[in-house]
C-alpha cells in the first residue's frame, strides 16, 4: 500500500487529488459561464460575450467539457459490481490531457481573437491550463487513481 488508508474508498479504489478535481472543475468552467449567464438574464449575454467572444467557441466549450465532468462522475461510481466505471475511468488521464490541451488551444484562440491584446482572464487561464497539464502527467498520485484496482478487474 503505497497511500495511507484514508486516500482510499471502501472498494479499495484511490481517492482523485483535490488538485485533479479542481482542474476538472476548471475544464468545466464553459458549463459554470453558461449557467452564470442564464441565471443572471439581464447581463448574461454580456458575460458570454467577455468569456467567449465567439459564441461557438461556448458551444466547443460546452462540448469539451463534457469528458471532465463525465469523469467526476465515474470515478465516484467505481465499485465492483461497477467494472465499466473502473475501466472508463483507467482512460482518465489521456481523456484529462488531451482535454486540458485541447482548452489551451481554445484559449489561444481567443488571444488571436481578441488580435494579441493582453487580458488577465485569458493570461491566468492559459498558465493554470499550462500548469495543470504538467501536473496531470507527472503526478505518481494522479496516475495511481486512474489504475483499475486488482479486486474490481478480476
Given at each position: 500500500m503505497l497511500y495511507s488508508i484514508?486516500?482510499?474508498?471502501?472498494?479499495?479504489?484511490?481517492?482523485?487529488?483535490?488538485?485533479?478535481?479542481?482542474?476538472?472543475?476548471?475544464?468545466?468552467?464553459?458549463?459554470?459561464?453558461?449557467?452564470?449567464?442564464?441565471?443572471?438574464?439581464?447581463?448574461?449575454?454580456?458575460?458570454?460575450?467577455?468569456?467567449?467572444?465567439?459564441?461557438?467557441?461556448?458551444?466547443?466549450?460546452?462540448?469539451?467539457?463534457?469528458?471532465?465532468?463525465?469523469?467526476?462522475?465515474?470515478?465516484?461510481?467505481?465499485s465492483p459490481e461497477r467494472r465499466w466505471a473502473g475501466k472508463l475511468v483507467s482512460w482518465g488521464k489521456p481523456i484529462t490531457l488531451l482535454t486540458t490541451l485541447s482548452q489551451l488551444t481554445q484559449s489561444l484562440y481567443h488571444v488571436y481573437l481578441q488580435a494579441g491584446e493582453f487580458s488577465w482572464a485569458n493570461g491566468v487561464i492559459m498558465l493554470v491550463l499550462l500548469w495543470f497539464a504538467i501536473y496531470v502527467h507527472r503526478s505518481k498520485t494522479v496516475r495511481d487513481c486512474f489504475k483499475l484496482n486488482q479486486t474490481s478487474a478480476s
Open positions: 484514508e486516500q482510499y474508498d471502501k472498494n479499495g479504489n484511490l481517492h482523485a487529488p483535490k488538485w485533479l478535481w479542481l482542474g476538472w472543475m476548471l475544464l468545466a468552467k464553459a458549463w459554470v459561464v453558461f449557467i452564470v449567464a442564464g441565471v443572471s438574464r439581464d447581463s448574461g449575454n454580456t458575460i458570454l460575450s467577455y468569456v467567449y467572444p465567439d459564441h461557438n467557441m461556448l458551444y466547443l466549450g460546452l462540448v469539451m467539457g463534457l469528458p471532465s465532468i463525465a469523469l467526476m462522475w465515474l470515478i465516484s461510481l467505481r
